[in-house]
């Protein structure tokens, strides 16, 4: 048996086709759509809403938490329900600054929160993360390392300063999600049975988040090459 950090080193190493395959549809979409207002506006409403999502689940997680839960886990998952906020208030700063007016809030959440084949918050209750903190740790290892990838690339490509300065952050906060994650795991990735729990069902999490991706920026042919070693 691997030891509970070696279990996550492979994690992370064989998560690399994952990330490079959204990297280069990210940079592809964006390059496609950087003229695009209507496209950009309705990609970036989207996104605000996940951010909402995820901000409403994390918090969930918290208020839910045992009696007897570390302090120190609590603080740290808090602070990323603060970072979902403030994600949340970015993206919609960058909806608002591309169309030239204040959005209603509640017909975006309305029409984008049932979108979910668009959302990697879906997947927090797809995998049971709010009842099981070894999925938890993984959807904060996987989903919020490939977002952090995702939302640097969009920071590189990205010409327009006021969006990609906001996504820069965003990335920053992300990768912070996924260290919580590679933490938590460390800690649990201890037996056997932990393992192969996530090995039951981490190429699953791991193409679902690449549909997830694909549903908006569509899928290039060099990324489902890339996508092949988790079949």
């Known amino acids: 048996m691997l030891t509970a950090k070696e279990f996550v080193a492979k994690i992370e190493a064989d998560n690399e086709s994952l990330f490079r395959a959204g990297e280069m549809q990210i940079k592809a979409y964006y390059e496609k759509n950087a003229e695009n207002k209507e496209e950009l506006i309705d990609n970036f409403t989207g996104r605000?809403?996940?951010?909402?999502?995820?901000m409403e689940e994390i918090s969930r997680e918290v208020a839910a938490a045992a009696p007897g839960t570390d302090p120190e886990k609590l603080i740290l998952l808090s602070k990323q329900a603060h970072d979902e906020a403030k994600h949340f208030q970015f993206v919609k700063e960058v909806v608002e600054y591309l169309s030239g007016k204040e959005i209603d809030m509640q017909e975006a959440v309305e029409t984008h929160a049932e979108k979910l084949e668009l959302k990697g918050a879906m997947l927090i209750k797809k995998y049971n993360c709010n009842s099981n903190p070894l999925m938890l740790g993984l959807y904060q290892l996987l989903a919020e390392g490939r977002a952090a990838?995702?939302?640097?690339?969009m920071a590189e490509c990205i010409e327009d300063k006021f969006i990609?300065?906001?996504?820069?952050?965003?990335?920053?906060?992300?990768m912070f999600h996924a260290t919580l994650g590679r933490m938590e795991l460390e800690k649990?990735?201890?037996t056997q049975e932990a393992q192969d729990e996530?090995?039951?069902?981490?190429?699953?999490?791991?193409?679902?988040?690449?549909a997830i991706n694909s549903a908006k920026t569509?899928?290039?042919p060099e990324a489902r090459e890339l996508m092949a070693v988790y079949a």
Do not use: P, Q, T
Request: glycine share 4%.
């Open 48 to 54: 605000m809403v996940n951010e909402r999502m995820n």
């Open 149 to 153: 990838r995702n939302w640097g690339m």
């Open 164 to 174: 990609s300065s906001r996504y820069a952050k965003i990335a920053k906060d992300e």
């Open 188 to 190: 649990l990735c201890d």
């Open 198 to 210: 996530i090995n039951a069902v981490i190429n699953d999490f791991r193409r679902d988040l690449h």
């Open 218 to 220: 569509g899928e290039l």
